[in-house]
């Protein structure tokens, strides 16, 4: 349940982040490119930011997510339905459905995958990799403490989760 009357910020950049790449596979299932992804990903964020008061709990986040980018997908379509064929706003709803339906088992396993791979780091790369979730200025904390610069702290988190992404491929493809 969201703590105040009125969410905060944190309270959006929190639940945005915890949601953000299964909403993004859901505009992808959607929508025909991935600029067309970041375009109603952008208008969905805002659009999310502004109504955040109308959520009851932090549960009902990603359906509803969901549902704001869908709308925002069949309006997508509408604005370039000059230059490009548009999908029927039934058949939207049915690709909807269906990656909700077949969406969610493949997330839990990459969650898991991911997970198992964070416990395979060992524990100053994972509070590393780790350290951009963890708040604002969580960051510059921990490069004022190891006496490197930010950059730096980017670049070996980059590093990071490249083999981060090597060990979560191939615990995914070893799952078939």
Request: glycine share 4%.
């Amino acid at each position: 349940m969201l703590e105040e009357s009125s969410p905060s910020q944190r309270d959006f950049e929190r639940l945005f982040e915890a949601n953000e790449l299964a909403l993004r596979l859901h505009a992808r299932a959607l929508l025909p490119s991935w600029d067309a992804v970041d375009e109603v990903m952008q208008t969905s964020s805002l659009i999310m930011w502004k109504k955040l008061a109308h959520l009851d709990d932090d549960d009902g986040f990603l359906p509803w997510g969901k549902c704001i980018i869908r709308f925002e997908s069949q309006k997508y379509f509408r604005t370039k339905s000059r230059d490009h064929l548009v999908f029927d706003p039934d058949l939207l709803e049915l690709l909807s459905k269906h990656d909700e339906e077949s969406e969610m088992p493949c997330l839990k396993q990459e969650e898991a995958a991911l997970t198992r791979c964070l416990e395979a780091l060992g524990s100053a790369s994972r509070k590393l990799v780790l350290a951009p979730y963890q708040g604002h200025g969580h960051l510059t904390e921990l490069a004022l403490a190891s006496g490197r610069t930010r950059n730096s702290l980017y670049k070996q988190i980059r590093r990071i989760r490249g083999k981060l992404e090597q060990c979560v491929t191939q615990q995914m493809e070893g799952r078939t």
